[in-house]
T-cell receptor, first 117, second 115 residues
Framework: GAVVSQHPSWVICKSGTSVKIECRSL??????MFWYRQFPKQSLMLMATSNEGSKATYEQGVEKDKFLINHASLTLSTLTVTSAHPEDSSFYIC?????????????FGDGTRLSIL | AQTVTQSQPEMSVQEAETVTLSCTYD???????LFWYKQPPSRQMILVIRQEAYKQQNATENRFSVNFQKAAKSFSLKISDSQLGDTAMYFC????????????FGKGTKLSVKP
């Protein structure tokens, strides 16, 4: 149980394109979802926290207009990288917090490798 | 603000031997949780073990155990009988009790298990 599906797993696109990444909790409801960015050989950097039905809370230094987050339902959050450029290339990971009791604070998706040419 | 420090960027161990990964943290909170996550080359984040700060007994999960020293704010992970599949990045993480589930991660330790 507590599976988080993240799609796509890998995307390559041209500079200037907008890319949408989906994060779904498959078998549980998630009031809170988290979006992370991870550079090679580095730790996870929290970008934003999103709660269902409300605006996301962005971490300092993360551009809200560049990284649009929508959490429209208890099972789906999306991250859209707008007008992506090569410096946006990275590994993006989402996670979700279960409404019910869970011994895990967050359930992680498998990540999305984004490459901007 | 809470911080998590992992002072060992890389470590290696021979298969079947034991290795200990270090983690220290800084917080003024009394109630919190500590975690170790494993991230293998597939990059999936896997929860290895968790510890509630109010529990004095060290958590264990099969070959994985922790040495939790609350006063010293230390939370090390011991891996016994290391296996090749244990090769991964290991992240120590802190979560304040009552939070939304926000995790504060250390920078990670790359563990290589050698045959």
């Amino acid at each position: 149980g507590a599976v988080v599906s993240q799609h796509p797993s890998w995307v390559i696109c041209k500079s200037g394109t907008s890319v949408k990444i989906e994060c779904r909790s498959l078998d549980f409801q998630a009031t809170t979802m988290f979006w992370y960015r991870q550079f090679p050989k580095q730790s996870l950097m929290l970008m934003a926290t999103s709660n269902e039905g409300s605006k996301a809370t962005y971490e300092q230094g993360v551009e809200k207009d560049k990284f649009l987050i929508n959490h429209a339902s208890l099972t789906l959050s999306t991250l859209t990288v707008t007008s992506a450029h090569p410096e946006d290339s990275s590994f993006y990971i989402c996670s979700a917090r279960s409404l019910g009791n869970s011994n895990q604070p967050q359930h992680f998706g498998d990540g999305t490798r984004l490459s901007i040419l | 603000a809470q911080t998590v420090t992992q002072s060992q960027p890389e470590m290696s161990v021979q298969e079947a031997e034991t290795v200990t990964l270090s983690c220290t943290y800084d917080t003024s909170e009394s109630n919190y949780y500590l975690f170790w996550y494993k991230q293998p080359p597939s990059r999936q984040m896997i929860l290895v073990i968790r510890q509630e700060a109010y529990k004095q007994q060290n958590a264990t999960e099969n070959r994985f155990s922790v040495n939790f020293q609350k006063a010293a704010k230390s939370f090390s992970l011991k891996i016994s009988d290391s296996q090749l599949g244990d090769t991964a990045m290991y992240f120590c993480a802190f979560m304040k009790q009552g939070s939304q589930g926000n995790l504060i991660f250390g920078k990670g330790t790359k563990l290589s298990v050698k045959p």
